[in-house]
């Protein structure tokens, strides 16, 4: 699917997505990403759902994001409560769904100036 962005807004916004795929900035990414409306897009090492693991919430931390949404690949899967500790103690808001939905609700909230990081798992193809 092809989003639209505001390309005046010099923020990283999805493009598009698909199965086994995100586009951001209109470069296709095959791989997990943490996206940060005004940051980087860095290389998540985060193969799949299962891979999660404590030291990948606390590099989330570390980019100090008003909020963060988890797209955790084909359909919503919830971490390990242990797991999402770190954020809580940070006091970062965070949301946790599919990556689709995820894709969508980083750019409407990108496109309202909010400060958000995008954690998005791609599930292979």
Known sequence: MKLQSDPHSGANTITGYGDGYVEINKTP???AVLLSSDGAITDWPVRSFEDLAT????QMVDLKPELILI??????RFPKPELLKALIE??????IMDSQAACRTYNILVGEGRQVLLALI????
Do not use: L
């Not at 940070?90 to 949301?95: L, S």
């Not at 791609?122 to 193809?125: F, K, T």
């Open 55 to 58: 030291d990948h919430f606390a």
């Open 71 to 76: 797209g955790t690949g084909s359909r919503q």
């Open 90 to 95: 940070a006091k970062i808001g965070f949301e």
């Open 29 to 31: 990414y095959a791989h």
């Open 122 to 125: 791609m599930e292979p193809v």
